[in-house]
């Protein structure tokens, strides 16, 4: 049985979950989940699972650095990357790190003899001004350009990401000692869509970390043009962060806050999952002079989006929204709030509404995590995932 060292940076559910359950829950196989917060969260702790036949045999966590100057609390990460890895013992016989800084340490531990097989899962790329900081920000690009290079397997979430590598960092794709495309996934069998007769009529929903680049702020502007047209509009917002009070100031400068519900941070993905469900329409305003790497990644919201089967309203940012509209999945917005106010309400049409849900949940066959997991980790694994679980 295969032993995996998971370890990432976190504010929100991301695909390490997800391989963990993948790994833990379906091939039974022994998972170390290890993972620190962001700067974001309410805390800098570090966490860490492990689990063993698909149980949980063991977790526990730091006390909060927050008050730590950042050069310490990643030298803090490293430190109980190292010390977990090696307390569980035994060697490891793959390390997925899901970030420059997270793979970095699983080339030590490899370097150490603790690990066969290191794998860089970037989840974002970001070009440059990473951080206000010049010198984080050179940092940064040293970091993941060592881990791009030495780890045994570069995964990219997105398909535009080697290209935007190659084209500002100088990494052409043949320098990679093996590199693959793992895109952002979901789990087909767990979500239950809601057909438009059944859902929330007038309800939109976000879901996301609240920044300023996610463009919530552009919606909020649009909600009145929206309530006049429809007057039980509700705008759903799933999630947490540093611009939720401006947010809500917003809205009540606007008087729409009646109209909005600011859900918090959930989570339980399954209840996410219901609430976008049961939702007429999903939005993703990202703002492109703000938004410096979902251009080269593979936002997660838009796949639970589709997964959930709701139509799709965003900015032609990511990779993704061209093919959204193409496939009759959604629609592509500006960040003009007339504009995002006649697309929402023009996608609330109930036979529009319920061909967007068909095509959605049709697209999102082609993103399900079990089949994305059998490909990446290799054929090895592919015959054992099919085996009855005893």
């Known amino acids: 049985m295969e032993r995996f060292v998971i370890v990432a940076h976190k504010f929100l559910p991301q695909p390490d979950d997800d ?53 310490l609390i990643y030298a803090k990460e490293m430190a109980f990357t190292l010390l977990w890895t090696f307390r569980a013992g035994g060697r490891w016989d793959r390390y997925v790190g899901m970030d420059g800084l997270c793979a970095l340490f699983g080339n030590i531990l490899r370097a150490a003899g603790r690990v066969k097989k290191t794998v860089f899962w970037a989840i974002d790329f970001v070009p440059r001004n990473r951080f206000r900081s010049r010198l984080k920000n050179a940092i940064y690009a040293a970091v993941n350009r060592r881990s791009c290079l030495d780890s045994d397997e570069m995964w990219d979430l997105g398909v535009r990401m080697a290209e935007a590598r190659a084209r500002f960092a100088g990494i052409p794709l043949h320098a990679y000692r093996k590199h693959k495309v793992v895109p952002y996934g979901l789990w087909l069998e767990r979500i239950h869509p809601v057909p438009f007769i059944q859902c929330e009529r007038t309800t939109l929903t976000f879901m996301g970390h609240l920044l300023e680049k996610q463009g919530v702020h552009l919606v909020l502007r649009a909600l009145p043009l929206v309530i006049s047209r429809i007057p039980a509009f509700v705008f759903n917002i799933i999630g947490d962060g540093a611009y939720r009070q401006s947010l809500q100031a917003l809205a009540r400068e606007l008087r729409v806050d009646e109209h909005c519900r600011f859900l918090g941070k959930i989570d339980d993905s399954t209840e996410v999952e219901r609430i976008i469900a049961r939702s007429a329409v999903s939005i993703a305003p990202y703002v492109r002079s703000l938004d410096t790497w979902t251009a080269y990644a593979d936002p997660g919201k838009v796949k639970t989006y589709l997964a959930c089967g709701v139509p799709v309203l965003l900015t032609d940012v990511p990779w993704i929204a061209g093919e959204i509209e193409r496939r009759g999945c959604g629609n592509i917005i ?53 085996a009855p679980k005893q």
Request: glycine residues 4%.
């Open 19 to 71: 391989l963990v359950s993948y790994l833990s829950e379906r091939l039974r196989y022994t998972v170390l989940h290890i993972y620190h917060s962001f700067p974001d969260a309410e805390d800098r702790c570090s966490f860490y699972r492990l689990y063993e036949g698909g149980e949980l045999k063991a977790s526990g966590q730091t006390r909060d650095y927050r008050h730590w100057p950042d050069a």
């Open 334 to 386: 500006t960040e003009d709030p007339a504009q995002i106010a006649d697309a929402v309400v023009s996608v609330f049409e109930p036979i529009t509404n319920q061909r967007m849900r068909d095509s959605a949940r049709r697209f999102a066959r082609e993103f399900d995590f079990a089949n994305l997991f059998e490909t990446a980790l290799g054929e090895s694994m592919h015959a054992l995932s099919r």
